[in-house]
């Protein structure tokens, strides 16, 4: 499974990075919380607040965005977005 995190600003990308992780599965939501933090951190983010909606989004349809009201602190961005593309059966 890899995490792709885009950050955006007037709808063009600013700063993206993408993680890996082999032994997740689709529909998994524990410990999304430590995923989402390390996106962050490797894109030089503070945390958003993470509701159950975002979870269920991540659950539903492989993709959240975070907007700026979603983060404590004033950011200078529109968007923080993750997607996740899992592996394709064989």
């Not at 983010?45 to 975002?54: A, D, G, T």
């Amino acid at each position: 499974m890899k995490l792709w995190g885009t950050v955006r600003k007037d709808n063009k990308i600013i700063r993206q990075h993408t993680l890996e992780y082999a032994d997740l599965t689709r529909g998994t939501a524990k410990g999304w919380d430590g995923f989402i933090g390390q996106l962050c951190h490797e894109l030089d983010l503070s945390r958003p607040v993470i509701l159950k909606k975002h979870l269920k989004e991540l659950e539903d349809f492989s993709r959240v965005v975070f907007r700026a009201d979603d983060f404590m602190e004033p950011v200078d961005f529109d968007k923080f977005e993750i997607e996740i593309f899992y592996p394709k059966k064989k």
